[in-house]
C-alpha cells in the first residue's frame, strides 16, 4: 500500500512511495507526530540520480523488517535535496562537523523540534569495512533515545548552538580590485593540473565557473595563462570519458584525475553551465572543438531532458539496466570490443576501438571501456567515423535508457535558459533561442505567482509546494537577462526586474549587505542558511550578485548595482584565498571591474540586415557582463535605447560604461574592436 509519498511531485519520493517503511515529506505535520508520540524523527536526504541512495533504498527501505522496526520507533521523514535544498543545506553542515565529511544519502536523526543529534551517510545492511549496519544505528539510536533522553537533548542543543556560532567571515562591503583578482589567478595556477587540465586530484569535477572566471580575465586583461587553464582544460573534459562521445552532454564528475572514468549521471545543471562555457570559448578563440561541444551539449539538453510542458528535466540516471535485469552504472554508455564488432563489423569496429579508445582489457569494469578520444598521431577519415559515431548511437538507443528526474527546477533552468539563448545566437540556431524561450515561459507560467514569487519546482506542468530560493532567483534572472539580450524582447528585462526586487527586500541583510539563501518570511530552519561558496553550481549569492549587476548596468538602477557592489565584498575576502570556491563571485567581480559595459543597438528592426550585423557583434564581444539592448530608435523596450537615434538613417551602436560613452558607430568592425580593447 503506497505511503504518504503517493501524492508528492519529486520523482525521487515517488520512488519511495511503495516502501514499507511510513514516509512522511518534510512537513510540520511530521514534526507534530513526533511530539506526540514521543519518537525522534529519522531524516533521510538524497536524489533521484544518486546510486548509494537507490542502493540503500533497496537494501534498507525496501525490507520488511527494517520497515517494521523504523515504524515502531521512529517518525521517518524523506527529503530531495533539489527540492528543498535549504533542508539538506542546514543538516549537511551539521554532519560535516560532526564527522568532518558528507554526501547523500544523509541519515540524520532529530529530536521532534527538528534538533541533530547523530549523524551518517549511507549505512550497509550489515556491518561492512567498519561501519555499523544500519540496523546497529537505529538499534543505538532507539537505546538513547529511551534510556538517556536528557543526554541526547543536551547533544542536540550543543549542536544547535555550534551551528549558530559558526557564523563565516565575510569581509567588508568593498568589492574586488585588481589586486584580489591576480591573487585568485595566482591561487589557480598554483591547483591547476598543466598535464590533464583541471584543479586538484580526483575526484575531478568540471571547473565551469572558475572557467568562465579565466575567460573574463583574459578578455580583461590579456593573460594568456588564463586563456591557455580554461582552452586546455576544456580540451582535456572534451576528449575524455566525462564528455560522451556519441550523443553529446557531460556526466557529473570524473573519478579519475584524467577525465577517463565519469560517474554516469548526467545533470542539468553541469551540461547548462558547460554549454556557455564552451561556447563563450568559441567566442574567445573561435575553436571548432569548442563549437562542436557547445552545440552536441545544447542538442543533448534539447533532445533528452526537454519535457513536454517546454521545461528542462534535472537528471538522467547513472544507473540502467545492463540487459539480464541488474541495474549497473554506465551500463548504457560503456562498450566492449564485441559490442562493437556487432553493432559495426570487425572493420570498422577496429578503427572504433583505436578512435574511442576502446581496448581488450577496458577502461572500466567488467573489461567494458568508456569512449574517448585519446590524442593520437593517426589521421582518421572524417566520413567513415561519422558513420561508425552514428550507427553506436543507433545501437545504443536500442539498450534500455537510465531513467530521468522529470522534476523542472527553476535554478537551473535559469541556467539553461542562459546557456541555449546565447549558444543559438552565436551560431545560427534558432531553434535553440525558441527552446530557451519555451523553458523561460513554462518558469513564467507555472513557476512565478502573481507577486512574482518563484516556485522552486514543478513537474508535469504543476507547481511544486516549495518555495524558491536564492539561487533560483539569481539564476532564473540570469537566463531572462541573457534571453532579453539576445531577443531583443524587453518583457524578459522586466521579469528580471520583479524576482531582483525580491532579492532586495527578502534575501538581502540591509545591515552587512551579505545575502541569505532562503527570504526572510520562509520556513524557519534551525538555522538560516547562508553559504556564498560556488560548488557544482553558482551560489545563490554569485548568481543574485550577477543578475544584479547586469540588471543595473540595463537600467541604472544604483540600489541593484550598489546591493552588487556590497555582496562582492566576500569574494574579495574569499577569492585570494579559496578561487576554485568562488569562481562565478570572481566572474561577476571581473565584470564590475570592466563596468560592466552597456551596449544600444538601434535599427529599424532586428531582422534587418545591418540591424541584425551590429546586434550579433555586440553579443559576441568578450567583454566581462557586458549587457546588450538591442531595438527600434526610441523604443521603449529597454532604458538603454531611450534618447539613442539612428545615424543618418543607419542602425547604429552605442558603448557605454562607468558613466561614459564612446562614439556611436555604423561599423561592426569598428564596434567588435571597441568591444575588445
Known sequence: MPNRLAHETSPYLLQHADNPVDWWPWSEEAFEEARRSGRPVLLSVGYSSCHWCHVMAHESFEDEATADFLNTHFVSVKVDREERPDVDAVYMEAVQAATGQGGWPMTVFLTPDAEPFYFGTYFPPAPRHGMPSFRQVLEGVRGAWTDRRDEVAEVAGKIVQDL??????????????????????????????????????????????????????HARTGAEGALQMARDTCERMARGGIYDQLGGGFARYSVDRDWVIPHFEKMLYDNALLCRVYAHLWRATGSDLARRVALETADFMVRE??????????????????????????????????????????????????????????????????????QRDEVFDAERVASVRGRLLEARAGRPAPGRDDKVVAAWNGLAIAALAETGAYFDRPDLVDAALCAADLLVRVHLDEQARLTRTSKDGRAGVNAGVLE??????????????????????????FLLDHVLARFVDEESGALFDTAADAERLIRRPQDPTDNAVPSGWSAATGALLGYAAHTGSEPHRR?????????????????????????????LLDGPREIAVVGPALSDEATRALHRTALLGTAPGAVVAAGAAESDEFPLLAGRPLQQGAPVAYVCRNFTCDAPTTDPERLRETLSS
Open 164 to 217: 549558530a556560532g559558526r557564523e563565516i567571515s565575510y569581509g567588508g562591503t568593498e568589492a574586488p580590485g585588481e589586486q584580489e583578482l591576480a591573487q585568485a589567478l595566482l591561487g589557480l595556477t598554483r591547483e591547476y593540473d598543466p598535464q590533464r587540465g583541471g584543479f586538484g586530484g580526483a575526484p575531478k569535477f568540471p571547473p565551469s565557473m572558475v572557467i568562465e572566471f579565466l575567460l573574463r580575465h
Open 305 to 374: 531532458l526537454r519535457t513536454e510542458q517546454g521545461g528542462f528535466a534535472s537528471a538522467l540516471d547513472a544507473d540502467s539496466d545492463d540487459g539480464t535485469g541488474r541495474h549497473v552504472e554506465g551500463a548504457y554508455y560503456v562498450w566492449t570490443p564485441e559490442q562493437l564488432a556487432e553493432a559495426l563489423g570487425d572493420d570498422d569496429a577496429e578503427l572504433a576501438a583505436r578512435y574511442f579508445g576502446v581496448t581488450e582489457e577496458g577502461t572500466f569494469e567488467e573489461g567494458a571501456s568508456v569512449l574517448q578520444l585519446p
Open 472 to 497: 533560483d532567483y539569481g539564476d532564473v534572472a540570469e537566463g531572462f537577462l541573457a534571453l532579453a539580450s539576445v531577443t531583443g524582447e524587453g518583457v524578459w528585462l522586466d521579469f528580471a526586474g
Open 563 to 591: 546591493a552588487a557592489e556590497r555582496a562582492l565584498g566576500v569574494v574579495k575576502a574569499l577569492g585570494p584565498r579559496v578561487p576554485r570556491f568562488i569562481g562565478w563571485g570572481l566572474a561577476v567581480a571581473e565584470a
